[in-house]
């Protein structure tokens, strides 16, 4: 495994290669997105726009499955944002990897500012000739960032319905009885660990099953072999599961919203 | 914690596969079912079905960093 470049400011630990991930990976929505909206057609739409449109119509009915269209379509744009922004960002880590070597503590400084994570590593292990710097992954490989997108979540579900939806939502904690008050609060919080965690977990897994079939070619030309093998295999799949967990996460932020803002006595049959 | 976190790793990472496979199992042969009943409903099945996987697949993957947690405190 790779060491992640680390640097301290004022106390708080800041993982480099996860914010210049997130920097790429906005970039590279924002430039989908102005590139399919730039040139606008109804006789003749681009391939990019239809593009667009085919997605903006997936996410409409993503909403629509969820709740009513009436209350929904606010939800439209944040939906699309999720889905292009997890789905960019779980497959950016897949094509390539960049990585650098430190060969001494003295070295590891980035922006004036020492890489804590590499001088950690040096004490750790005093033998240790090379400390291997990963700066390419995958965004959502990282839980801080899963974490961050799954509290946008829980902030956003939980004030729509206690704005929106005061009387029932309060309510809702004491249902079908107020002993169940406890559970219902756990409830709550097992919904953000399980969504931001989910993402994390399949694409950081992926991730690290992707360097150890590449630590198979240390094996010869067989491990040469087997690691091209795995790697075809385990690419196509990532694609899919990248996909996946960006459609998963999307449609939960759906059903977590609209938990919040319609009001359960219409649904308890 | 020596070779009883490398246990720990292979303990969490086993017994919540068995259990995901299980239930992943369960979701598909039963959407399966349902698809081979009313072909009509069969988008609105697989996006049911989806929902369901990923929602199972949280445990083990869970389990899978946990694993890794203890295989690098080992």
Do not use: C
């Amino acid at each position: 495994m790779h060491t992640s470049p680390i640097i301290e400011l004022g106390g708080i630990k800041f993982d480099l290669s996860t914010i210049l991930m997130l920097i790429v990976t906005s970039v590279i929505v924002f430039v989908i997105a102005k590139l399919a909206t730039r040139k606008l057609s109804v006789e003749n739409p681009g391939k990019l726009q239809n593009f667009m449109e085919w997605t903006v119509e997936f996410v409409q009915n993503l909403i629509s499955s969820t709740m009513d269209w009436k209350k929904g379509k606010h939800f439209l744009s944040l939906g699309l944002t999720f889905i292009m922004f997890i789905f960019v960002g779980n497959l950016l880590g897949l094509p390539f990897g960049i990585v650098t070597g430190v060969h001494d503590p003295e070295h590891a400084h980035v922006f004036g500012k020492e890489i804590v994570s590499v001088t950690e590593e040096f004490a750790k292990h005093p033998d240790v000739e090379e400390v291997e710097l990963a700066w390419w992954k995958s965004p959502t490989a990282d839980a801080s960032v899963t974490m961050g997108l799954a509290f946008i979540v829980f902030f956003l579900s939980h004030f729509l319905g206690m704005t929106r939806n005061t009387k029932s939502y309060f309510k809702h904690y004491f249902q079908p009885y107020w002993f169940f008050f406890p559970i219902n609060v756990i409830e709550q919080f097992a919904k953000l660990l399980t969504q931001g965690m989910r993402l994390f977990g399949n694409i950081f897994a992926g991730e690290v099953l992707i360097s150890v079939l590449l630590k198979l070619t240390a094996l010869g030309v067989g491990g040469y072999i087997a690691s091209a093998l795995g790697l075809i295999v385990w690419q196509g799949f990532s694609i899919f599961v990248g996909a996946i967990q960006a459609f998963v996460f999307t449609i939960l932020t759906m059903v977590y919203i609209s938990q919040m803002i319609e009001s359960h006595d219409e649904h308890e049959h | 914690m020596g070779v009883w976190a490398f246990l720990a790793a292979a303990i969490a990472v086993g017994l919540g596969a068995l259990g995901a496979g299980i239930g992943n199992g369960l979701i598909v042969s039963k959407t399966v079912e349902g698809i081979a009943r009313q072909p009509e409903a069969k988008s609105t099945l697989q996006t049911t079905m989806f929902i369901g996987v990923g929602l199972v697949e949280a445990l083990p993957i869970i389990g899978v960093v946990l694993a890794f947690l203890f295989y690098a405190g080992a």
